[in-house]
């Protein structure tokens, strides 16, 4: 058979196939109609058939929801573009998720306890929690710092305290994730002077540094400097990571705070891969090669209570990176179109009342970020709505991590979800829904703009208003909080206490600290990275320098602040 | 409430903490009830909150504590209220606050502290009887 006969062969057959599925749809349609008709005829219950973000859903979802979408090109195959079904080929068969979960209390050495313990109960990774006063960049010695230290988190205000944190854990063994972003670079650097410490070469350093500053602004509030220098030092990490600690991610790029803050799951999905793509613009206007920092960019999502908005929320976010990669910023380099992301379950579902209730929240969250296809996961403590989590919760939270990847059998094969017609259409819809928030984020001028006017603030803020009067009216059933009230009158569960004495010995330590350090040393690289500030120098290096010579946190922060100034939040409710 | 003036409140969020959703859905809440309300923004200090309540001449001070220093910025700016004059100001607020924690700030003149899932109407509840029961004294 000749080419010129096979191909006319072969449209006729397609012509034929066409036909045949149109066919078939007009049948489904026929049937449908009846389904439709006998539905509207039988008593329904009064709803709300809405997901948490206020999404109506349809009784019933068929191929006709999907009909025209491009399956191959849409769906495509796990490890391959468009990525929908997995950042990798072989997913858990390779690799089970990463069980990290975050944590970090009172002192350094109390902290490392826990990392110990942790580890020997079979976590993967660790992933630290900073207090308050290290989240905005002060001293455990400084007044703003009065009450806080320890409290929330661990309290680093050196390299001494990192040294601590990290005591008899091997740095080049264990990837370590760091929740920071205001004065994330100044933290980096303890890390990475930590590890040389331990002798360890910094190259080989896994890891994520969360420096997403741009949600700070909008959602979770933990800000240094004003957007323009805190975005020019997201860029410094990117280029000094790339050729330093090319295994370390420079950013996690999170919906988690916008989501915890009140947003919807679209807003989520909207903001943080808009704010993604900003980061991209920020690293190419440097005149950084798209593709040696762009593999390295890493996520952060949060899996909240409805089990298939948050699955196809995270198939969604896979795609939508992966085409604004390729086909947006030229990137070419396969690893620059592959989202990986870290999920941890929703903080704010958690209810005070009945707080045991909260293991079977986490546990169905939890099984989302596994359908979704998560990388790394943090499941939350039923405590956590009342205190820091105890040992016990905190076990059980692992546990449940365990059961799921070794008992329920979610692991076994790649993306189960796919081809429902349902999530495909949700994961299409998703997508849709981020595409339109895009434009209104760049009608206003784009992201910064866009915090600058408070628009991402208002939205989130009218989010969270609309979901607290749905459950005040009870329209929303959260159970134990406004229907089964039966048990939640008193709360009963054990829970975890900072003793203030750690705030006291903190502040001791510091002052013996700086009594050992060599001052002159200390002063000379401040003043050296204040001139970097003024300059266009790339600020790690000298940032680097001064952790080394055990400059403290504020410090550095001064030094910095000198040239960049501080944020002015906007204030409105 | 009363007819003759809107009772007027400080919604402050003290210290380092930026977890802002329950002070704002409060302010939305206690603004849409009918109180004239002010919001401080975030990482106030205690000095900076008192001269605020002072400045705006509020009835009430509600404070949205998540980081657990709430035993330190209570009764902080319970003293600087008494300091300043402001001692008829009603010190109230919410957060993660444990109840025997509670109880002792209560013991200490703080008012009603609410903790996760109280709905706002109970805050407003509690504000306006407080409130009716000062004009009566």
């Given at each position: 058979m000749s080419t010129i006969e096979r191909d006319v062969l072969g449209r006729a057959e397609l012509g034929r196939l066409v036909e045949r599925r149109e066919e078939e749809l007009a049948q489904l349609r026929a049937r449908l109609a009846e389904w439709e008709e006998s539905y509207d005829d039988t008593p329904r219950r009064d709803g709300p058939f809405t997901t948490i973000s206020g999404r109506e859903i349809a009784p019933l979802y068929t191929r006709v929801d999907r009909d025209g979408a491009d399956e191959d090109e849409a769906v495509g195959l796990p490890g391959s573009y468009p990525f929908t079904r997995g950042p990798y080929a072989?997913?858990?068969?390779?690799?089970?998720?990463?069980?990290?979960?975050?944590?970090?209390?009172?002192?350094?050495?109390?902290?490392?306890?826990?990392y110990h313990y942790l580890l020997d109960h079979g976590q993967t990774g660790l992933s630290v929690a900073f207090d308050f006063p290290t989240l905005m960049g002060f001293d455990s010695d400084h007044p703003r710092s009065l009450g806080e230290v320890g409290v929330c988190g661990v309290a680093i205000s050196s390299l001494a305290d990192m040294e601590r944190l990290f005591e008899g854990i091997p740095l080049d063994k264990v990837s370590v994730s760091m929740t920071i972003n205001g004065p994330a670079v100044i933290l980096f650097c303890f890390y990475v002077a930590a590890a040389e410490k331990q002798g360890i070469d910094p190259t080989v350093l896994r890891g994520t540094v969360q420096n997403d500053i741009l949600k700070e602004y909008q959602a979770q509030h933990a800000w240094v400097f004003p957007p323009e220098p805190a975005l020019r030092c997201i860029v410094d990490m990117f280029e000094w990571c790339s050729e330093h600690t090319p295994s370390y991610n420079p950013i996690s790029i999170s919906g988690y705070h916008i989501r915890e803050a009140g947003s919807t799951a679209g807003e989520e999905l909207a903001f943080t891969l808009r704010n993604a793509f900003e980061y991209v613009e920020r690293g190419i206007a440097r005149g950084l090669d798209v593709d040696s920092f762009a593999p390295r960019l890493s996520f952060f999502f949060?899996?909240?209570?409805?089990?298939?908005?948050?699955?196809?929320?995270?198939?969604?976010?896979?795609?939508?990176?992966?085409?604004?990669?390729?086909?947006?910023?030229?990137?070419?380099?396969?690893?620059?179109?592959r989202l990986r992301t870290h999920c941890q379950t929703a903080g704010v579902s958690l209810t005070a009342q009945q707080a045991e209730n909260n293991i079977v929240r986490v546990a169905y969250q939890a099984m989302a970020a596994a359908l979704g296809g998560t990388q790394s996961l943090h499941t939350n403590s039923m405590d956590e709505t009342l205190s820091l989590p105890t040992e016990k919760a905190v076990r059980i939270a692992l546990r449940t991590q365990q059961i799921l990847a070794f008992e329920s059998g979610v692991s076994n094969t790649i993306d189960p979800l796919a081809g429902s017609y349902f999530v495909e259409s949700l994961t299409d819809e998703l997508e849709r829904e981020a595409l339109a928030l895009f434009d209104e984020i760049d009608a206003l001028g784009g992201v910064v703009p866009g915090i600058e006017q408070g628009w991402f603030q208002q939205q989130i803020a009218g989010s969270a208003m609309r979901q607290q009067r749905e459950v005040e009216s009870?329209?929303?059933?959260?159970?134990?909080?406004?229907?089964?009230?039966?048990?939640?009158?008193?709360?009963?569960?054990?829970?975890?206490?900072?003793?203030?004495?750690?705030?006291?010995?903190?502040?001791?330590?510091?002052?013996?600290?700086?009594?050992?350090?060599?001052?002159?040393?200390?002063?000379?690289?401040?003043?050296?990275?204040?001139?970097?500030c003024r300059g266009e120098q790339n600020v790690v290096p000298y940032i680097l320098d001064c952790a080394r010579c055990y400059c403290t946190l504020f410090e550095i922060r001064a030094a910095m602040e000198e040239v960049f100034g501080s944020y002015k939040e906007p204030v409105f409710f | 409430m009363s007819d003759e003036r809107k009772i007027r409140i400080l919604v402050a969020k003290p210290g380092l903490d930026g977890h802002d959703r329950g002070a704002k859905v409060i302010a939305s809440a206690f603004r849409d009830a009918g109180f004239e309300v002010i919001y401080t923004g975030l990482h106030q200090t205690p000095e900076m909150i008192v001269a605020a309540a002072v400045q705006e001449d509020v009835d009430v001070v509600a404070m949205s504590v998540l980081s657990g220093a709430h035993m330190t910025l209570f009764p902080r700016v319970k003293k600087l209220l008494d300091e300043a004059g402001a001692d008829q100001v009603l010190l109230t607020g919410g957060g993660i606050i444990p109840e025997d924690d509670v109880a002792e700030l209560e013991r200490r003149g703080i008012g009603r502290l609410f903790g996760p899932g109280t709905p706002t109407t109970t805050a407003i509840e509690y504000v306006n009887g407080w409130f009716a029961a000062q004009q009566t004294s």
């Open positions: 072989t997913m858990y068969r390779t690799r089970l998720w990463t069980m990290r979960q975050f944590a970090g209390f009172a002192s350094a050495e109390e902290t490392n306890e826990r949060d899996v909240h209570n409805d089990f298939f908005e948050e699955i196809a929320k995270l198939r969604a976010a896979r795609r939508i990176w992966a085409r604004g990669m390729k086909e947006r910023y030229g990137a070419t380099n396969p690893d620059s179109w009870g329209e929303r059933v959260v159970v134990g909080v406004n229907h089964f009230l039966e048990g939640s009158e008193k709360i009963e569960i054990d829970t975890l206490k900072i003793d203030p004495e750690v705030e006291r010995m903190q502040v001791a330590r510091m002052s013996a600290m700086r009594a050992e350090r060599d001052e002159a040393t200390v002063a000379s690289t401040l003043s050296a990275l204040t001139g970097a | -």
